[in-house]
Structures are given as C-alpha cells and as structure tokens.
Nanobody, 123 residues
C-alpha cells in the first residue's frame, strides 16, 4: 500500500522561501507521476507542480512559474516543492499525490494522497 507523508509547512512572511517534502512509502517514487496540489478555503484544488515518472519531466503552471520548483530524490524516495518569494495568496493546505496512469493536472488522475501540510504566508 502506497503512503505519502508531507512535511515542511509553516508560517512565513511574504518574500520568504519554504521547502516542502513528501516521502513515499510502499513504492518507488520514480515509478509515479508526483504532483503537488494546494487548496485554499473556498477554492478548488490546484496543481502547482508535477514531475513525471522515469526521466522526471517537470511542469509548473504560469501562476507559480519562476517561484516554485519541483524535484525528486530517488534514493530518498522523496519529492520536494521549493517555494520562493512567497505571497499571501500562496496560503493553502499543500498535498502531494501520486499517479500511476497519467501526467496531468487533474486531481482525479492521482490515486494516492498525503494528509497535507499547511502553508501560511503573512503580509
């Protein structure tokens, strides 16, 4: 059974950086597309970064491009989300997720989810 555990959230000030980590248990991370999603109160869940299985093709949407980076450490079975120049609008619960079927933004494509970690950015 695949289990994802996130860490690294917290309260920061605007302009600060933060790195989120997600370790996968029960499987090899290189076998899954890994995605980072966020959900703020009253808003839909949004994919902010994803990295494909195997070669690790990466994608981030324009909304966070230049500020968010996703990368993977296969030896540690961990995927990271490096966030820089954080803005109050980045405040949300951040989840990592794993998909074994597709390289997409659609949350429905992801079968396994972590419990989430809160990121709060104060102005």
């Amino acid at each position: 059974q695949i289990q994802l555990v996130e860490s690294g959230g917290g309260l920061v000030q605007a302009g600060d950086s933060l790195r989120l980590s997600c370790i996968i248990h029960g499987g090899a991370i290189s076998h899954y597309t890994m995605g980072w999603f966020r959900q703020a109160p009253g808003k839909e869940r949004e994919c902010v970064a994803r990295i494909s299985w195997g070669a690790g093709m990466r994608y981030v949407p324009n909304s966070v491009k230049g500020r968010f980076t996703i990368y993977r450490d296969d030896e540690k079975n961990t995927v990271y989300l490096q966030m820089t120049n954080l803005e109050p609008e980045d405040t949300a619960v951040y989840h990592c997720a794993a998909s074994d079927v597709a390289f997409k933004d659609d949350p429905a494509s992801y079968k396994y989810w972590g419990q989430g970690t809160q990121v709060t950015v104060s102005s």
